[in-house]
């Protein structure tokens, strides 16, 4: 028989070997025993699901990059994009009428459709936590924390973490159209203070959130710049949007304090989060290598009605920062 | 907005959570301490692969049951139905160079196609190795000392190995046709004596086999029984597969003996294996729970010619037998 050789995984896949795998594996043992001395559960979902699960919560975005095939059932199923949403459904089914608040936790694969030869990973390691039906500051101190610290338990320590407030810049968006929304979020997340203030001059927003809008970009800082953000907070959620970062910052430790900065521009999640926001940015990382925040609206989708909060961080991303301290 | 409720995952897939979770991490991490000590370096191939990886070496039976897709090249891609066939593809290319024998292991989910209602599992969790270059008693001495490690390090102790060699039966079998190859596979593998008395008198098999193959339901039972299988053994190569399971009996320590039952009969991967094979049955398990066995021609078809041996455990069947221990 003559055969074509085999040697290609398809494009965006691959195989671990050797030092990476355990590296991976010493990622994930630090996780583990961190989430579970914090009460955290791991959850194991099916490695595909009814699409309709990712779609549910995920966005156009999420819903575009799918990996979809028809099932034997007929039905159009999908490779896990996110484990939020599979963790919503479960929460939502066989954990419905489970005590809150739910600490649930997971590393694993996530697979998303990339335009081939991007040269991007279809595969990717995600590790992450949620937990839900808790609404307090306590609760967004009590992830923040947990994140924090799988930094430092991985052995990371040169990182930041943005951290936002949705509710401070969605009451400056409302009365715009779709279009207007989307330019003024592309100009907040650009900090783009002079498409900001010809937003302002054409008249766009609400009169009287000018001067917080062009502000925005400078709405960056430790717990100080709060002060003065709250002055520039516009309607009765904005200024409780800043009082619930005031107090977060209060709950935090000033070690734990040293890795925030506060940055009201930071709306990457606008459409998914419905309180506190956040990127993780590390020294060595050109892009944010992880996200979390609050999303009270998220699980009602899937017919549990509870606030949660969560962050995921990708395990590849930190598998090559601790790669790269290695050959310094 | 109106949703109907979600609260499914497809047929044959399932949520790990809390208790299930814990106990297949602790049966991992029993198996991937024992599988370092003893030299075998994991590798996580990736989830989906170009389908031919799979049915090159897996033959009609796996091909049948592959979860396939259209990737976004056009090409067939399935989700990984066997380690074994990554494992090989890898070996043959990242690999190719690397000096032998070469010691990997893996532990994950494999993904089959059931027809929907059959309530058996479509995601199920392996776990296994492979030693890749090593032809000798040794190598497969190594591999299932290190089967039957594994089974007492995950905490099972009532567990048997039934192993034979295929190179026993095959003369037996060769100057039949397809069909006829094929009952009296059936036949042996039901120990139907009758049946093999029958095949015999109708003049099917070559003359002088006749005796052996009557006698094969018997051949099972501790090493001495390896002595009266010499004497019926037809030709060389079937002298020669007994005399190498009296190798390995005298290379396994009298604890490893009394786990071991030679079993000629035992030919179910009559195909695919080359040498000796097994199968692992453990009490409460109503069917094998692992399998294993050399199979020096595989490696071949995917571009590495070089003799291996390995096995694979049915996760799952590991962490039923332990809770349904835990519940006595």
């Known amino acids: 028989m003559q055969f074509l050789p085999i040697s290609h995984v398809p494009v965006g896949s ?3 070997l050797a030092e990476d795998v355990r590296l991976l594996r010493r990622i994930h043992a630090a996780w583990y025993a961190l989430a579970e001395a914090r ?18 919560g995920g966005g156009p975005e999420l819903a575009s990059r799918l990996v ?3 099932d034997q059932d007929g039905r159009l199923v999908a490779l896990r994009a996110d484990f939020t949403s599979s963790i919503a459904r479960v929460a939502a089914s066989r954990l419905a009428s489970a005590p809150v608040p739910l600490r649930l936790c997971y590393a694993g694969k996530v697979f998303r459709q ?30 923040i924390r947990l994140l924090l610290d799988t930094m430092h338990a991985v052995g990371i320590a040169d990182f930041q973490v943005n951290l936002g407030n949705v509710e401070f810049v969605r009451p400056l968006l409302e009365r715009l159209s779709f279009e207007e929304a989307e330019a003024l979020r592309g100009a907040i997340d650009r900090k783009d203070r002079a498409a900001l203030a010809a937003a302002v001059a054409a008249g766009e927003i609400e009169p009287g ?28 959620s904005a200024s409780s949007a800043i009082e619930r970062l005031r107090r977060i910052d209060r709950l935090l430790t000033p070690a734990e304090r040293a890795h925030i900065v506060y940055d009201l521009g930071e709306i990457r999640g606008l459409g998914y989060y419905t309180g506190i926001q956040f990127e993780v940015f590390a020294a060595g990382a050109g892009r944010a290598i992880g996200v979390g925040g609050r999303y ?10 509870r606030p949660a909060v969560g962050f995921a961080l990708e395990t590849d991303a930190l598998a090559e920062l601790l790669t790269q301290a290695a050959q310094r």
């Not at 001067?211 to 953000?229: F, K």
């Not at 609206?297 to 549990?304: N, R, S, T, V």
């Open 39 to 56: 009460g955290y559960e791991e959850v194991i979902p099916p490695t595909f699901e009814y699409e309709e699960v990712f779609t549910r």
């Open 68 to 70: 979809r095939f028809v």
């Open 14 to 16: 691959q195989d671990l």
């Open 209 to 236: 959130a000018g001067r917080s809008l062009v502000e925005l970009p400078t709405l960056i800082g430790r717990g100080e710049m709060l002060i003065r953000a709250a002055e520039l907070a516009i309607g009765e």
């Open 296 to 305: 009270d609206h998220l699980l009602a989708l899937y017919g549990a009605d």
């Open 114 to 143: 990339e335009a081939a030869g991007e040269g991007r990973r279809r595969e990717m390691f995600q590790l992450g936590a949620e937990m839900i039906g808790d609404a307090s500051a306590e609760g967004d101190v009590e992830v």
